[in-house]
């Protein structure tokens, strides 16, 4: 009996050993797994500050590539006097000579009497 007693001991001994090993092996698992988890969240801020940084340009460049499209259009406008200013000089001098009296009529034009 004394025989089974040690060897109950003796096996209690080892499992109460293999238990330890595995709870330490846990913990530094554990430890080495948060501090993993630490590292890539980490990571993953940095990108997503990145991110916004890179999206924050997009809207710059895009802007800019806006207001720069539209002024071009107006330069292209402007050599055309005639696309903004369609009533000519001949029109307005005509619409003038109906409007107004004889006496207003030089006046008008920049001729006094």
């Known amino acids: 009996m004394t025989v089974n007693a040690e060897l109950k001991k003796l096996l209690v001994a080892s499992v109460g050993e293999d238990l330890n090993e595995q709870v330490d092996c846990l913990v530094q698992s554990k430890a080495r797994l948060a501090h993993e988890f630490r590292s ?3 990571r993953l801020d940095s990108l997503y ?3 916004e940084r890179l999206s ?3 809207d710059v460049w895009r802007s800019k590539f806006l207001a720069s499209s539209h002024p071009g259009l107006l330069t292209q406008k402007l050599v055309n006097p005639a696309e903004i200013f369609p009533v000519t000089r ?3 001098h005509c619409s003038l000579m109906k409007t107004f009296s004889p006496d ?3 006046e008008a ?3 006094r009497a």
Do not use: V
């Open 49 to 51: 500050e990145q991110l």
């Open 90 to 92: 001949a029109d307005y």
């Open 109 to 111: 034009i920049g001729l």
């Open 40 to 42: 890539h969240a980490h």
């Open 56 to 58: 924050i340009q997009n």
């Open 104 to 106: 207003q009529k030089s």
